[in-house]
T-cell receptor, first 114, second 119 residues
Framework: AQRVTQPEKLLSVFKGAPVELKCNYS??????LFWYVQYSRQRLQLLLR??SRESIKGFTADLNKGETSFHLKKPFAQEEDSAMYYC????????????????FGQGTILTVHP | GAVVSQHPSWVICKSGTSVKIECRSL??????MFWYRQFPKQSLMLMAT?????????EQGVEKDKFLINHASLTLSTLTVTSAHPEDSSFYIC???????????????FGEGSRLTVL
């Protein structure tokens, strides 16, 4: 079974402060992990994925297999970063009919104060 | 980027009626689409995986006869909530992956969601 845990439902920081959104996962295979963001009144969209090792909008996330974590970090938060953030894990067996399905964490609402 | 469109965006219905929600991939083909349910300020819960040309795969605890899924073409999947009751009121979201981009890297694109309110 696969599971994603985001321990913080709410996270508040001030503009310019560092921010870290925590994500831990449980999966028996080799995980593919993602961060999705949902801005107010908008649809869910991909922020970044671990295989790309990219930085999007200043956010980075490193997969730590030892700690089974994929925390999202940004050194200097901006007001426009305020949104709901979801960590997600892609699993399923290749070739199976459920391959590629995403399991989402509970989400963390980030609020960046001016 | 690719666009996934859902229709209707919101619907209000009486208890006992059935409601159909459509999910379309507008500029790409999707052999697989996923249906999620989201409660206010909570996570997305996967309901089922919709496979073009075959039966949907439902997650544990999701009633197949209650939530009928049809994936009749490479660009359309439908979710029908049958005999809806107030507890079915929720936000339903679909997602799809571009079949041409490959399973290893294909990004999932999400619809805007459909809000169902059952009176």
């Amino acid at each position: 079974a696969q599971r994603v845990t985001q321990p913080e439902k709410l996270l508040s920081v001030f503009k310019g402060a560092p921010v870290e959104l925590k994500c831990n996962y449980s999966y028996s295979g080799s995980p593919e992990l993602f961060w999705y963001v949902q801005y107010s009144r908008q649809r869910l969209q991909l922020l970044l994925r671990h295989i790309s090792r990219e930085s999007i909008k200043g956010f980075t996330a490193d997969l730590n297999k030892g700690e089974t974590s994929f925390h999202l970090k940004k050194p200097f938060a901006q007001e426009e970063d305020s949104a709901m953030y979801y960590c997600a894990l892609k699993g399923g067996n290749a070739g199976g009919t459920s391959y590629g399905k995403l399991t989402f964490g509970q989400g963390t609402i980030l609020t960046v104060h001016p | 980027g690719a666009v996934v469109s859902q229709h209707p965006s919101w619907v209000i219905c009486k208890s006992g009626t059935s409601v159909k929600i459509e999910c379309r991939s507008l500029d790409f083909q999707a052999t697989t689409m996923f249906w999620y349910r989201q409660f206010p300020k909570q996570s997305l819960m996967l309901m089922a995986t919709s496979n073009e040309g075959s039966k949907a795969t439902y997650e544990q605890g999701v009633e197949k006869d209650k939530f009928l899924i049809n994936h009749a073409s490479l660009t359309l999947s439908t979710l029908t909530v049958t005999s809806a009751h107030p507890e079915d009121s929720s936000f339903y979201i679909c997602s799809a992956r571009d079949s041409a981009s490959g399973r290893a890297t294909g990004e999932l694109f999400f619809g805007e969601g459909s809000r169902l309110t059952v009176l």
